[in-house]
């Protein structure tokens, strides 16, 4: 159908949930895919990163992390007040969001196999995609204790 291959597997994972195979399939394929397949999805994203010009696109790799956690927090956070979650709640949601980068990397890896992104572009947009992981959990942390405070104060 010229989807990616992320894609198709996503739908042929979709389709193998729907019959009486599914727990059989799952407890077949999970251990493979984190022993094998996913450690290598990660080796070949680390392999293409090259350093050279990084210091270069700083300011680059400041505002793509930035709008990564801005967009989904208030994305995800937006979304959780318009399903009835309280402020301090749909924050704490928003900020678990955050680090949610895996599609961004297969994305990003696609591109660059398609040679639809420059090395120095890729690169900057994988560290993004790091810097954005690396800040979630202390996000999250501070959210969690907001609300914590928000909860007892009321």
Same mark, same amino acid.
């Given at each position: 159908?010229?989807?990616?291959?992320?894609?198709?597997?996503?739908?042929?994972?979709?389709?193998?949930?729907?019959?009486?195979?599914?727990?059989?399939?799952?407890?077949?394929?999970?251990?493979?895919?984190?022993?094998?397949? #996913?450690?290598?999805?990660?080796?070949?994203?680390?392999?293409?990163?090259?350093? %050279?010009?990084? !210091?270069?696109?700083? /300011?680059? =790799?400041?505002?793509?992390?930035?709008?990564?956690?801005?967009?989904?927090?208030?994305?995800?956070?937006?979304?959780?007040?318009?399903?009835?979650?309280?402020?301090?709640?749909?924050?704490?949601?928003?900020?678990?969001?955050?680090?949610?980068?895996?599609?961004?990397? #297969?994305?990003?890896?696609?591109?660059?196999?398609?040679?639809?992104?420059?090395? %120095?572009?890729? !690169?900057?947009?994988? /560290?993004? =995609?790091?810097?954005?992981?690396?800040?979630?959990?202390?996000?999250?942390?501070?959210?969690?204790?907001?609300?914590?405070?928000?909860?007892?104060?009321?």
């Amino acid at each position: 159908m010229g989807l990616s291959g992320a894609v198709g597997a996503f739908f042929a994972g979709v389709a193998v949930a729907q019959t009486d195979y599914k727990a059989e399939a799952l407890s077949d394929i999970e251990p493979l895919g984190y022993a094998t397949f #996913i450690p290598l999805f990660f080796v070949s994203v680390g392999l293409n990163v090259k350093f %050279d010009g990084l !210091s270069r696109d700083w /300011l680059f =790799i400041l505002v793509l992390s930035v709008l990564g956690v801005v967009t989904k927090l208030w994305g995800c956070g937006l979304g959780a007040r318009l399903s009835g979650f309280e402020r301090s709640s749909a924050h704490v949601i928003g900020a678990g969001m955050i680090s949610r980068g895996e599609m961004g990397l #297969i994305t990003a890896q696609i591109g660059y196999a398609a040679h639809l992104l420059r090395p %120095d572009f890729y !690169s900057s947009i994988i /560290l993004a =995609i790091i810097v954005v992981t690396i800040v979630a959990p202390f996000m999250l942390k501070f959210s969690i204790a907001r609300a914590n405070r928000a909860a007892t104060t009321h």
